[in-house]
């Protein structure tokens, strides 16, 4: 039986420069090429054991950047719970000052933010966050965040998104940035409490989970620099599980009105739902109205014939009929076709839709829901 790897205690469940470690004494070069730890980027190593989520990319580029960088958009909603908003194989994306320079970096998206200096803030509660030293160098040669720019149909959509596809900085309501940690998922925090004195060897840089935009300047971040289909998931999300609100949302938009990306921003906010129970859920929607369908409600009550009030999840009343996304969704009354059956029961026509149809075959799936709601009396 190998023997196990060494992994001194003041680095257990921690990220780190490698570098420090070795100059204290802690761990070998060799040593650091071992399973205990897993290199994340260049010198900066984590304990093996954490999981490899986006928070922990995350905190591994906080390592490399400067204590003025903030998490925002999608990285910093994943870090407020939204957990389809990145994954570990991810880009990070962070906030500037719009004067400080860093260099490209692997994995790393840079935005520009506010004048000379970053927003006021209250500090980041990471415990045993590292500052790191900056980066020098130029910006990446392109910083431009391209966005897919839905179909030309206004019918039933607020507005559409302006032809704007610049990198945007926002000003965050209240300094924009929140700190409270978030909970991995095994219930870990992200770095260990160090000593009263912090921690036993000195200038050793670790990286608690780092402070980012607050939802509703997150949602703004996201709604701006990510595709419609995946931008409105995030912010269905950030709204179901109240960690923002519509009345925010028009706020941070009306404040924002005259910045590039403030027409895109209100659209992406108008077409969000906080109903929404997943993101293929969410695009589903997005997508049938971006083709020019009527808006559907969602999670639409029906009473059915047992007394039950069952839930459509994308339905147009005045026609009865609904779409039913996949069948992981299954609310009161059994599993997903019995309540499909139910709800055919009750009079509705109901379409179900994989997620394999919805990714492959969604032209299919435009020409079944059209004919369905022609077929009701629908008339484009």
Request: net charge positive; with cysteine; aromatic share 4%.
């Amino acid at each position: 039986m190998p023997p196990p790897p060494h992994r001194p205690a003041v680095l257990a469940w921690q990220v780190f420069r490698g570098s420090d470690a070795i100059r204290q004494g802690l761990v070998t070069e060799h040593q650091l090429r071992s399973s205990a730890w897993l290199r994340l980027r260049h010198d900066v190593y984590a304990d093996a054991r954490l999981d490899r989520d986006h928070a922990l990319a995350c905190r591994a580029a906080a390592l490399r950047l400067p204590p003025e960088a903030v998490v925002a958009g999608p990285s910093a909603a994943y870090l407020h719970g939204v957990e389809h908003a990145a994954s570990f194989a991810d880009d990070v994306h962070f906030l500037v000052p719009r004067t400080m320079r860093l260099g490209p970096q692997r994995g790393l998206r840079v935005h520009s933010t506010g004048p000379a200096t970053s927003p006021p803030c209250a500090p980041a509660r990471s415990r045993g966050a590292g500052d790191g030293p900056g980066v020098p160098g130029r910006p990446p040669a392109d910083r431009r965040n391209v966005a897919a720019r839905p179909p030309d149909d206004r019918r039933n959509v607020a507005a559409r998104p302006p032809d704007d596809r610049r990198d945007v900085a926002v000003r965050p309501p209240g300094g924009g940035r929140s700190t409270a940690a978030r909970p991995s998922a095994t219930g870990r925090s992200g770095a260990v409490l160090p000593p009263p004195g912090g921690l036993l060897v000195a200038e050793l840089r670790t990286a608690g989970v780092p402070a980012r935009t607050d939802p509703t300047a997150a949602a703004w971040e996201t709604a701006v620099w990510l595709e419609p289909l995946r931008a409105v998931g995030i912010v269905d999300s950030l709204l179901r599980q109240g960690l923002t609100s519509r009345e925010a949302l028009v706020g941070i938009a009306d404040r924002n009105a005259d910045r590039p990306g403030g027409r895109r921003a209100r659209w992406v906010f108008e077409l969000a739902d906080p109903g929404a129970r997943s993101p293929a859920e969410s695009e589903l929607r997005v997508r049938l109205v971006l083709a020019g369908l009527p808006r559907p409600a969602v999670r639409h009550p029906v009473r059915v014939a047992s007394g039950l009030v069952l839930h459509a999840d994308l339905g147009w009343p005045a026609y009865r009929v609904a779409v039913a996304p996949d069948g992981r969704h299954a609310g009161a009354g059994g599993g997903h076709l019995d309540r499909i059956a139910q709800l055919v029961g009750a009079g509705w026509l109901v379409l179900p839709v994989t997620g394999r149809r919805l990714r492959q075959d969604f032209p299919g799936v435009l020409r079944e829901v059209r004919a369905a709601l022609g077929a009701r009396g629908w008339r484009p």
